[in-house]
């Protein structure tokens, strides 16, 4: 086991897009958390962390620190409060996006299940991601992260071969 700290964090994983510009701590690596995950954000106003989205695989729960970040589920939008504290199930009803409306930093922790395969589904967007590892996980040689837009979606036999013109003549 080793030492993590959420008022001490050592922010592991920035990320600096337009709109999901914040700074990620994996504080259950960082103490050493296996099947159990938690990662604390920081985020600045106007900057989400991560898009709508759900998970198949994975229950989420969120845990406000400090400020007043503001919860998206499909249901609408509601300010949370410092302490507050939300779960998320696995499956549509658990879509959610957290956004930074206020005029100063927030911070919050999630939670998870370490599940893995997972698959996200975006409802704005219409996209599926696939993903070999847990959310949050650590990233190992040969993990994938496949995002598709669910048009592009194929018959499930699309493309394979007949197995009568695969087997011995």
Not at 8 to 35: K, L, N, S, V
Not at 134 to 149: C, D, I, Y
């Amino acid at each position: 086991m080793t030492d993590a700290n959420v008022f001490e964090p050592d922010f592991d994983e920035p990320t600096d897009r337009p709109g999901f510009t914040y700074r990620r701590a994996r504080i259950g690596w960082q103490a050493g958390g296996e099947r159990l995950g938690a990662s604390l954000f920081e985020v600045e106003p106007g900057n989400a962390c991560f898009p709508l989205h759900w998970h198949s695989n994975n229950e989420e729960m969120l845990i406000v620190l400090s400020g007043r970040p503001s919860l998206r589920t499909t249901e609408g939008e509601r300010e949370l409060s410092e302490g507050e504290v939300v779960a998320f199930p696995v499956g549509e009803e658990g879509a959610h996006q957290v956004i930074n409306r206020s005029e100063g930093t927030v911070r919050f922790m999630i939670v998870s299940e370490m599940n893995s395969v997972d698959l996200n589904g975006y409802p704005d967007t219409g996209k599926v991601v696939a993903m070999n590892r847990a959310p949050g996980g650590r990233p190992v040689e040969g993990t994938k992260f496949l995002s598709f837009h669910e048009s592009d979606a194929v018959d499930y036999l699309e493309g394979e071969p007949n197995p009568a013109d695969t087997g011995p003549k």
